[in-house]
């Protein structure tokens, strides 16, 4: 397909490089290929291996102004030494120790943290302090303040989930730091946002403008559980409730407009009753999965993972994959599926289905 | 400002009034008048004139197919015979005696139901039975099939809003007649709307396609009543949660999209604390409001009317406004707020405010 | 189906009547109807009528501040000597003498003008001053000042459409006087309007605000013919490009979002080929046409009706209705469908469709 | 800043490293700047430079299936030897010799053609052919399949911008080919697209659905000449029509939303006055310009470039820019400014507006 390669081409091609610039034609396959190829591979990280390094970290690291938080990141092998699970996406361990402040700043990058495990750290955002407990999902929306606090004699490690990939690959970021200290060393059991807007289908007439981010800060472990046990439920009953049969799944989202929770990040818990196969589906666009109760497998591109409570993958764009569940199996799930679907690149497969 | 009255004029008219005309220049000021000028009327019901009838009619008026509800609307006096509690709203008793059964139909017309004392009967929405208890708002959107039943050997009364003057007004109703019984006589105490759809901040998978209307049939009192305390709560710990000082108030929304429950009909709650007056207000479009608990007043147009429980009273078109809480006061109310606003229409004033 | 009329009932419909409330079960057939069953009959004005009553009154009635405008308005003989088109409509026609001023003033209500003949009236809305001519649709969006001058030595006369008893039967209206001439007698060729956004598919970077109404002052029948004539050249090229075989037509839009050009009232423009006849359609929501050009009929319930160049006819709502063109037909026409279509009450039915 | 260089934090760091895992800590100020510090930089090509070695390719390198088209890309010389003109964008110069065709293909990445010079090239866009012409922008959204040809007995030479980049970074790209020859060699003067939507104002009854990407295939000079032109004679009358002084613009829009022509793309045309020098801005995310016509400069980052016609340069994000107009100066521009806005990461800045 490519011209001859002779001294004239070759003069056309320096050309080309002195004019800093390239021809499609050399690199077509590579630039346009025909499905997405990801340099992003599929991984899987064990908790058992995470907790353990977060663990030793607590005790070789400070954690304060500066480096700011106490964070490890999933380095997706692909991606070429950079903390990134996937292109869009950053996941990290991050581990706060018995007493320990993590100073507060903001930045332009959307966060959320998920608990697997533990509790006892309030993170304070925009002044309201949250409580951070078992199943928990906690939102930091861009340009929001936040640190964090341990107010107990026990560690803490918990996921973050970010879209720092996609910030800097973009170049979108800003950053400001905040109080060296948390603002609010308040303990209480809800957040102020929780309780102006944790009560379903009511809105506070305080709060009539939508906001592009949720404006709650918590979604707390007990609604999520007990949505998912209606959906079974209801399921049993005959009725339409889940994505698929033994399948059940909820989106966390913005309830000033039924979106996602933010801009650039979906989070998702799903659960599948014990001996549920999930169909085999391809996405555009990665995700992150971490194992929250239960055990089972992940195939994805053909190859099976086990997986135990904290476990951590991702599967990059487009792989093949499916969940097999031995027993009841809980997962909690975060994509950059917003980006996708608000730039029109959304599709998905799922095969037997054409 | 007329013209002369001549034979030419009159041979005018006479010609107009031949062809179908109407000019302009005679009754400019009554279609066009500086502000709203509403042939509706303030006024109130008193719940202890209301039952009684409603009850004498359980006695005298059967309930069944054909006459299909026992339901008696509020007519206001300005509006000439009709119906109407506004030009836009329909609001009604509705009396179930024991053992009775509503049969079933749908309309294109909008409807609601809040129970402000009692319990007893389920009303069943496509197929789904909505459990109605106190301080409960149960939804039927447009086209949606509907019956009622009481399970109990004890009456039960409540009220209902509808959208009936509108359609009418504007004819864009359709009927339909369904079971001559309710399709489901279970009794369960949640609906399946609510166990998929009333789990703060999380959406099911199963259900992400938006809805006109929202697909929660049932508002529990529990909630509003936890949202509304929680307001208050706030607000003496400082924090922004009300609407004005000592006025706690939600919007029930569709969670989809956080809009209004219906495209037609907004429904909210208003808590003030004993000894609050809000300022005085007026708004395009009308409202009915109906005393839930606590006693106070309420002033419309310079008239002040006092207030007990069940007591309903229409706001019409710009007629100024203002509530006076003697103890804690709580009061459901529901308006055509969502038809100004989507027609462009909505304008608010607040004395005091310019 | 209604109760048996006995002393007691007589008792408690008198308790009714005193309490301001009427039962549903006595006119539940006339308040929720099968289907839209509207007061508003077809009718249709001929040109040849309309058109020497508007001179004659040229002739008696000045024009001026306090009657504003020589407007005379089609009464639709279903709805009790109003002067409305339909329930939600009002159709006039306007006449303005050789150098007349029709002074400023606004309104909630929103306004247009379509000009089957003649030229020399500028309309100045909001002080940029649009020229009127033949085909040309005008807007005046709710709450735009705007006064008329007739520029020549000819009268003119148009149709304007506004949607004052929509206004008028839910008290949204307000009114103010302007200024007793109009602002600017300027008698430009374009609109300053027209100059900043009438370039297809562009949109000035100083107008990126997205406007409720039509920032478009003028639609020229210029580009309407030119559209219209491209969607019969497609057709016959074998593209889809008309709504049905033979049947041209054009939406006004506003530019900033695609949609209606306000928020209450609909514009299209219609064409079609000699010897085309439409399927009969139902529509919910009422529609007024003007021929334009051509010559044909209207079935309208049945019942034919032949047309000539400004006859102007009403279809109520759900009344089927079929245009027949005899020679090209040309007719614009407004509706209500905005309303219809916000607030969820659209429904179209084509015979033979289902 | 960062912890002590000891052996166990090493041994800590070596087991990051066996598990892929990356800390935050010692790289925050690289992940997660102050604001955007990209590593693309600012550049300008000269036409001067690009031109000759387009026609060199002509000569050298043959056009069809497989390197499907004769397309330069502009390296950004920070970007690592890509073809990327920034994170997002592709630019590049594409040159047709007489009575070439470049195959059909399709792909999910967006794109667009603007022409600085020349004529006689149909590009044929899901079977439609359109015309490129002197100052001309076409489309060529997601998914449409497109070739070109070459009509006449001259070479042709434009730009196409594309969000490869971004697509290749999230992994978002599909490819088909299609046919080998273009499907349609008519060379109508105007494409269907156009003939059915460049009607300002008004759109076609058979068009009522919204699109994702505008269904006007071809923005013609003439209407964007003419745009630029009202807005500078408005300003010259005293009326608000230009971004700021001696600075017109306009957007190229989807006309069924009045948004952007396609979902990752943002497309512009700039006319400064003689003598007109811009404000010094910042935004998030990049732009590519071209001059279209006279002359002029602009100071990049503290850097003055000379420009002329033909000359393309690139903004990489946050960094400072202002145009000076020797002439009158005319600029196309494209950016990625929907992506930034739809994912809520723009900002601007203006100097001096703090």
Not at 94 to 121: D, I, W
Not at 156 to 169: E, H, R, S, V, Y
Not at 270 to 291: D, W
Request: proline content about 8%.
């Amino acid at each position: 397909m490519q011209p001859e390669d002779t001294p004239e081409l070759r003069a056309l091609y320096k050309g080309f490089e002195e004019q800093h610039l390239l021809p499609l034609w050399t690199q077509l396959g590579d630039l346009m290929p025909i499905h997405p190829r990801p340099r992003a591979v599929p991984h899987v990280w064990k908790w058992a291996d995470l907790l353990p390094l977060a663990e030793r970290s607590g005790e070789l690291v400070p954690v304060g102004r500066g480096g700011e938080r106490r964070a490890i990141g999933l380095a997706n092998p692909g991606l070429g030494g950079h903390a990134y699970v996937s292109p869009t996406l950053w996941a990290a361990i991050q581990y706060l120790g018995p007493r320990e402040t993590a100073p507060e700043h903001r930045h332009a990058q959307n966060a959320f943290r998920f608990v697997v495990e533990g509790e006892g750290v309030w993170t304070v955002v925009n002044g309201d302090p949250v409580r951070m407990s078992r199943g928990d999902l906690l939102l930091t929306p861009g340009w929001h303040f936040h640190g964090h606090h341990n107010d107990t004699d026990k560690p803490m490690a918990w996921i973050d989930g970010l879209d720092i990939p996609f910030a800097q690959q973009n170049d979108v970021g800003f950053f400001e730091f905040g109080s060296g200290r948390v603002t609010d060393y308040a303990t209480p059991r809800f957040s102020r946002g929780e309780r102006l807007w944790c009560h379903p289908g009511l809105r506070p007439l305080s709060g009539l403008r939508d906001t592009v981010s949720s404006p709650i800060g918590a979604y707390r472990w007990e609604h999520t559980d007990r949505a998912l046990t209606e959906q079974l439920l209801l399921e049993e009953e005959g009725q339409p409730a889940t994505v698929e049969q033994g399948h059940a799944a909820i989106r966390y989202v913005n309830p000033t407009t039924g979106g996602d929770v933010m801009p650039t990040i979906r989070c998702e818990f799903h659960r599948l009753r014990a001996g549920t196969q999930t169909p085999t589906r391809r996405e555009v666009g990665s995700s992150v999965f971490q194992v929250f109760e239960g055990g089972g497998a992940v195939a994805i591109d053909g190859v099976t993972h086990k997986l135990n409570i904290g476990d951590l993958f991702v599967i990059p764009s487009w792989v093949p994959w499916s969940l097999q569940a031995e027993t009841q199996f809980d997962l909690f799930r975060f994509s950059d599926a917003p980006i996708m679907e608000r730039l029109n690149f959304a599709r998905t497969h799922i095969e037997g289905s054409d």
